[in-house]
């Protein structure tokens, strides 16, 4: 039996598809349209539906749509119309408006007519979005029983859900609803900051280069915490549903910042803050699940959940002994949510897969990739043993763009759609934030580190294997940060991802190498990409690589040094390749 999961409501559009209840492919769509977060999140938006990731995960499996017995789509929409009901600040038409939300309504409920149009035969089911965060929280868990928590900006009218989950069923038993939202207070807090709200990772890396006692009374006139593990936000000075930021200019003393302005110490000291009142709401809300669960396991979903830097401070401060939090935490984890809820709650299966790898997406054979090179005029070389070689030149300095086997799923770059580096090297990071990435100097970058060797890097009160998917900030041991400075965050921490044998042997491979030949387990991780979407085919690889200034590109088992080549092939002056030119077919994931 074929489940097909989709998210589609806001943004983070994805498919997956289960075979028996196991992913057979899941996928972002932004991955293959090259537009960023698959669309954006406007209210006349609400039918447009993720074709590509849809039509991937079918090719993957041979079948059509015709053949899928189950769509889950992770929205209710006709609690979301409830909005309307909410009496607060609106933009005529807009978001949360009478009008606003019945347009929003009208084009959701088109979504089953065109997946019919598309060729469903099945059974559609609507997935409320939080309970969909729950499903691909506990679902693909180690755990038998859990507690559960998912925290985003909103579902319908939720913010956050309270739930347990044993052996196949969730129960959902609270819910926090808006316009009390720890995501939105990250959106609205983000572009009071000159971001945008979909920056709330650049937030979280500013927030370690302030203090965080400078703001915190003024944060307590934001954010109160309240009974029963709730939280209550002002709404009428965030203002979430309009452009208005004077509230926050009279609360803070500090005028809204433009993008292009510098960034100042009261910015950094507000970012700081906002960061700690999410610790600590998060930490209230967990501490009270566990008084209210009983359990000894915690699953968490939801953008926020992707907050590295709470995670570990609340995981480890909490009465919780396990940690789940899976690689696709934000929306685009719904798909795989409303696919688990179908196969389980709907369909009745109690056997459950733990998900023990991210790496669900396209991967290509060798032909593929020898096609995708020649096609671009480059120079390479088959290299026997290709980790060996890779850690030889990451040890000499260079940076590499490492495309192996299967595409990650989630928003993290987790070993095989991957740029890395050498962490000892203290200009690393300053080279490539300027040079490569072109973002700001402030972010940080991660270690990707053997698993057996961890704990002798970092300080790591309880072990989880959510670190696998880079999702918690651990403190470096002091005695280690001078040998690895460019993974070193202005705080004394890193957010590690874990790398094992059994989950990525060439990744694991090449780290070893790197251990080898320097006596330092890890290497420096970030995403293969240049202020664009994680590249997904090879083409998407070598574009990126012809562009940005990489060294070097290693290929499956096909190395390319930017040396060897011609000047008018390096350097952007070669002709972009299509997103979609080869076929996804036969190539199924592996890791």
Request: proline share 6%; hydrophobic share 40%; aromatic share 8%.
């Amino acid at each position: 039996m074929y489940v097909l999961g989709i998210n589609a409501a806001y943004h983070e559009s994805a498919a997956c598809l289960l075979k028996d209840g196991t992913i057979v492919a899941a996928i972002e769509e932004e991955r293959l349209s090259r537009r960023k977060h698959g669309k954006v999140a406007d209210l006349d938006r609400g039918h447009e539906l993720p074709r590509l990731a849809i039509q991937y995960c079918l090719d993957v499996a041979g079948i059509t749509l015709g053949d899928v017995e189950w769509v889950g789509y992770s929205l209710e929409p006709h609690q979301r119309l409830r909005n309307q009901e909410i009496v607060e600040r609106v933009v005529p038409g807009g978001w949360g408006s009478p009008a606003g939300e019945m347009l929003f309504f009208d084009l959701a409920l088109r979504v089953p007519a065109e997946l019919r149009r598309l060729g469903m035969t099945g059974e559609f089911k609507w997935v409320a979005h939080h309970l969909a965060h729950a499903a691909s929280a506990f679902h693909p868990s180690p755990f038998g029983e859990a507690a559960i928590l998912c925290v985003d900006g909103i579902g319908e009218v939720g913010s956050t859900l309270f739930a347990s989950g044993r052996g196949s069923r969730v129960e959902p038993f609270d819910e926090i609803r808006y316009p009390s939202s720890i995501g939105f207070l990250w959106e609205k807090l983000s572009k009071y900051l000159g971001f945008s709200e979909y920056d709330a990772c650049q937030v979280m890396g500013l927030a370690s280069y302030g203090d965080p006692r400078r703001f915190r009374a003024t944060f307590e006139r934001l954010v109160s915490l309240e009974p029963e593990g709730h939280f209550a936000l002002d709404g009428d000075t965030l203002r979430f549903r309009v452009e208005d930021y004077a509230p926050l200019e009279a609360l803070f003393d500090v005028p809204l910042r433009k993008g292009s302005e510098p960034i100042l110490a009261a910015h950094k000291d507000i970012a700081a803050a906002l960061q700690d009142v999410t610790n600590h709401t998060l930490l209230h809300m967990v501490r009270h699940l566990a008084a209210r669960t009983g359990s000894k396991n915690l699953c968490m979903a939801g953008g926020v959940a992707l907050n590295c830097v709470s995670n570990r401070i609340v995981f480890e401060a909490s009465p919780f002994e396990g940690l789940f939090v899976q690689p696709a935490a934000h929306d685009a984890g719904t798909a795989l949510g409303a696919a688990l809820h179908v196969w389980h709650e709907m369909v009745g299966h109690s056997e459950r897969s733990t998900m023990l790898h991210p790496y669900t997406g396209p991967c290509f054979d060798d032909s593929a990739i020898e096609h995708a090179l020649s096609k671009a005029g480059l120079v390479y070389q088959h290299e026997s043993n290709i980790e060996e070689k890779v850690a030889e030149l990451l040890a000499a300095g260079k940076i590499v763009g490492w495309f192996q086997g299967a595409m990650e799923f989630g928003p993290r770059a987790l070993g095989n759609r991957s740029l890395l580096a050498d962490p000892r090297a203290p200009e690393m990071k300053r080279l490539l934030n300027d040079r490569i990435k072109h973002r700001a100097s402030f972010r940080p970058f991660a270690p990707s580190v053997l698993a057996e060797e961890a704990e002798r890097w970092f300080v790591i009160e309880k072990s989880t294997t959510t670190s696998d998917f880079m999702l918690l900030a651990y403190p470096v041991r002091p005695e280690r940060m001078a040998q690895i400075p460019a993974v070193v965050h202005v705080d004394g921490t890193s957010r590690v991802q874990t790398v094992r044998t059994e989950t990525n042997p060439r990744y694991h491979k090449l780290i070893v190498a790197f251990h080898a030949r320097t006596g330092v387990p890890m290497v420096l991780n970030t995403s293969f990409n240049d202020s664009e979407p994680i590249v997904c085919t090879p083409e998407h690889a070598i574009e990126t690589f012809m562009s940005a200034g990489i060294d070097v590109l290693a290929i499956g088992d096909c190395l390319v040094e930017a040396a060897r080549q011609s000047r008018s092939e390096v350097g952007g002056h070669t002709p972009a390749p299509s997103a979609l030119s080869l076929s996804f077919r036969a190539s199924a994931p592996r890791v």
